[in-house]
């Protein structure tokens, strides 16, 4: 077959197929020969083409007659210098950074490694081929017809977040056809779009779907990584999640996967994990860009560059303050969104992106080029406000444009509802959109993604049900996950056949759930939580691809009434602009008038004073919601009055007796939910001036203007 190589084009990256063949470039400074590598579909390399063009330090080449469905790699000469960083080695293949599909597993046994691993020296290269043990880059066609989609571009203020795993939400679900569960298709089809609507979220925020790869020692344990944070390729969709097939089908899957939730109202999050990536420090294996460019790509220890800097906990870090490698991220982002139409990102440990030298600084290059482009400006941006480096725990710290994963919500309402003294103050600014945090530097309540659980940690279930972790399974005898698991201590674990053990549980998650969805900023619900799933306890879940994080579709009495329980909760506040503001809560004149957004209250009536707000003691309050101080407007341009909320929380173990002040309206309150009420917390009931709260509980009351 005619290979004829012409000059091509050193953009875009990665490989484009023409009409005349496929197009490749790739960066890389310090290399001193690049070859382009195709394969048969039984893996055997069929031709190697030297790429002989450079511009700017992209070698490129048009090869003609290659089509969409090739598998090829690259093979990069340049110097071994292990000492400067530079480690190159041709016989390593490697993936294409820029690749948009990627096929096949990497085979740990195999000579994966540029290193001679018999000795452990990193220092000594070592020649054998690695081809027949990496996956192959595909070329893909990415045709599509979209059919007029278009993002439901769902205000931030107004989300309701649903963290979910691609293959676990659906693995289980008999109400999906077998060959569809765990996968795009699964996630895309009816019976889990009607179960998305019914719960009343309004986006999935999905744990990475970037190819990844499996660690080495998980494999030797029978195990495989599960989470996904051990990217391969930031452009390609994990191949694993496709009932289609890994050639290219999987784009489509894709694509296919995000229309139909586009088309349900339901916008696509995407968990990205741009820190750091699956090839390790000096002793990892080389797959991709370690062996493209080293020291381009990944940040070394400055005086001494044979070792990597790690902010992230798994060997190195990504130098996104690399000119080439901070366009690789955004070309990558810039792909998922107008190629595969993702309407927002959360940034895993993004604290590691925004450091300039070691410090983590708002005046990064990366901040820097997020706001200066208008295709990723306009999309919802989310960060997880910490990395594992000195100075990383940045809540709060994020600029405008940015929400953040709210640390301090998350701790302070767990440990509120356990009962710790002292934190009455603090779980107020956590309930009405932690103005402390966010305010001051221009940003509105819906920065404050709040969640009391995620992907990472115990499930809500598993939070109120153990006060220990079991991460046995993973093959670490319980040494990984937190220690700090903020857990309801019943004293007894696990499963129980004590009903008031059992009803005591229940309504702690309803109290969690409550609070959660009621308060101002924007609410994350980890999947499977409105359904009690749990891990049996274990809270580091990231290697147990099974069922431990699978979803369990049978679901017993309990469990449904905290399905219709999270339903609800999700679609009052949806229907209730009050209980989701746009600005932070302040006094406002009408009519000449000062009329109060928000006032706190004693148990008996009377408004808290600064003693009350200081008593380690107290750990029960009331919070009013005024209704007609939203200033929104219809889109006649006429105000919106809504109702006012009055919510009771107690968190001590007894009850204690409220005197409910008068509400706005001048009209009686109404009971909208009591927490306490196992069988129905949102039946109406008696209201008098006096009102007794359960101990460990929630009640909310609304004026009754509104619907």
């Known amino acids: 077959?005619?290979?004829?190589?012409?000059?091509?084009?050193?953009?875009?990256?990665?490989?484009?197929?023409?009409?005349?063949?496929?197009?490749?470039?790739?960066?890389?400074?310090?290399?001193?020969?690049?070859?382009?590598?195709?394969?048969?579909?039984?893996?055997?390399?069929?031709?190697?083409?030297?790429?002989?063009?450079?511009?700017?330090?992209?070698?490129?080449?048009?090869?003609?007659?290659?089509?969409?469905?090739?598998?090829?790699?690259?093979?990069?000469?340049?110097?071994?210098?292990?000492?400067?960083?530079?480690?190159?080695?041709?016989?390593?293949?490697?993936?294409?950074?820029?690749?948009?599909?990627?096929?096949?597993?990497?085979?740990?046994?195999?000579?994966?490694?540029?290193?001679?691993?018999?000795?452990?020296?990193?220092?000594?290269?070592?020649?054998?081929?690695?081809?027949?043990?990496?996956?192959?880059?595909?070329?893909?066609?990415?045709?599509?017809?979209?059919?007029?989609?278009?993002?439901?571009?769902?205000?931030?203020?107004?989300?309701?977040?649903?963290?979910?795993?691609?293959?676990?939400?659906?693995?289980?679900?008999?109400?999906?056809?077998?060959?569809?569960?765990?996968?795009?298709?699964?996630?895309?089809?009816?019976?889990?779009?009607?179960?998305?609507?019914?719960?009343?979220?309004?986006?999935?925020?999905?744990?990475?779907?970037?190819?990844?790869?499996?660690?080495?020692?998980?494999?030797?344990?029978?195990?495989?990584?599960?989470?996904?944070?051990?990217?391969?390729?930031?452009?390609?969709?994990?191949?694993?999640?496709?009932?289609?097939?890994?050639?290219?089908?999987?784009?489509?899957?894709?694509?296919?996967m995000v229309k139909a939730l586009h088309r349900a109202g339901i916008e696509v999050i995407l968990d990205v994990v741009y820190n750091h990536t699956c090839e390790g420090n000096r002793m990892g294996p080389m797959l991709s860009m370690k062996g493209i460019d080293n020291t381009t790509y990944y940040r070394q220890v400055d005086d001494n560059p044979r070792y990597y800097m790690d902010y992230t906990g798994t060997g190195n870090t990504l130098n996104v303050m690399n000119p080439q490698v901070l366009k690789l991220v955004m070309d990558s982002l810039r792909y998922w969104v107008t190629e595969m139409h993702v309407d927002g990102f959360r940034f895993d440990l993004a604290s590691t992106l925004a450091r300039e030298l070691h410090a983590v600084s708002k005046l990064s290059s990366f901040f820097d080029t997020i706001h200066q482009d208008p295709t990723i400006a306009d999309v919802k941006l989310i960060a997880e406000p910490w990395d594992v480096g000195e100075g990383g725990y940045q809540v709060g710290n994020f600029p405008v444009l940015w929400a953040e994963w709210n640390g301090r919500y998350r701790d302070t309402v767990r440990r509120f509802w356990k009962g710790d003294e002292g934190l009455l103050s603090d779980f107020a600014y956590r309930l009405t959109g932690s103005s402390d945090l966010y305010e001051m530097d221009g940003r509105k309540p819906y920065a404050s993604i709040n969640f009391v659980t995620a992907h990472d940690g115990f499930t809500l279930c598993d939070l109120v049900s153990y006060n220990q972790k079991r991460n046995e399974a993973n093959g670490d005898k319980n040494t990984d996950g937190t220690d700090n698991n903020d857990s309801w201590n019943m004293g007894t674990e696990g499963p129980t056949r004590s009903t008031t053990i059992h009803k005591l549980r229940e309504r702690q998650m309803r109290n969690f759930l409550a609070t959660l969805i009621l308060s101002q900023g924007v609410p994350m619900l980890t999947g499977g939580d409105e359904i009690a799933r749990s891990q049996r306890g274990n809270n580091n879940g990231y290697c147990q691809d099974n069922e431990v994080s699978w979803f369990c579709w049978k679901l017993h009495a309990s469990q449904r009434r905290l399905l219709e329980f999270t339903s609800k909760l999700i679609h009052l506040r949806r229907n209730h602009p009050n209980l989701h503001r746009r600005k932070f809560f302040q006094d406002r004149t009408i009519r000449g008038s000062v009329v109060r957004d928000i006032a706190w209250y004693n148990t008996d009536g009377s408004e808290l004073t600064d003693e009350v707000w200081n008593n380690h003691w107290v750990r029960a309050l009331a919070l009013l919601l005024n209704g007609k101080t939203l200033q929104i407007t219809d889109e006649d341009g006429h105000p919106i009055i809504d109702d006012s909320f009055l919510m009771l929380v107690n968190a001590a173990p007894d009850g204690v007796e409220f005197t409910l002040p008068a509400a706005p309206a001048a009209t009686a309150w109404t009971q909208v939910l009591n927490t306490e009420n196992i069988e129905d917390p949102f039946a109406p009931a008696e209201i008098s001036e006096k009102v007794i709260l359960g101990g460990r509980s929630m009640r909310v009351f609304r004026d009754g203007r509104g619907a």
């Open 1 to 256: 077959m005619d290979r004829t190589l012409l000059p091509g084009k050193p953009y875009p990256l990665g490989a484009t197929p023409t009409s005349k063949g496929a197009n490749f470039a790739i960066f890389s400074e310090n290399a001193t020969g690049v070859s382009v590598c195709f394969f048969d579909e039984a893996g055997n390399e069929t031709d190697c083409v030297c790429l002989r063009e450079r511009t700017a330090f992209v070698w490129h080449g048009l090869i003609r007659n290659i089509r969409a469905g090739q598998r090829y790699g690259f093979r990069v000469e340049g110097p071994w210098q292990p000492e400067q960083g530079l480690r190159f080695n041709p016989k390593k293949l490697l993936v294409d950074p820029y690749a948009k599909a990627i096929t096949g597993e990497v085979d740990w046994k195999g000579p994966i490694f540029p290193y001679d691993v018999r000795s452990g020296d990193d220092l000594t290269r070592d020649d054998q081929d690695s081809a027949a043990s990496v996956p192959k880059s595909v070329i893909v066609d990415e045709r599509f017809d979209w059919n007029g989609d278009s993002p439901p571009e769902i205000p931030l203020a107004d989300s309701v977040i649903y963290e979910v795993h691609v293959r676990g939400f659906s693995m289980l679900n008999p109400a999906i056809p077998e060959r569809l569960r765990g996968t795009y298709a699964g996630l895309a089809c009816e019976a889990s779009i009607r179960y998305l609507k019914k719960l009343g979220i309004t986006a999935v925020e999905l744990l990475p779907v970037h190819h990844f790869i499996d660690e080495g020692r998980l494999v030797e344990h029978g195990l495989r990584d599960y989470w996904g944070y051990n990217t391969l390729g930031y452009f390609a969709p994990m191949a694993r999640y496709s009932s289609s097939g890994d050639m290219g089908q999987q784009v489509t899957e894709f694509k296919q």
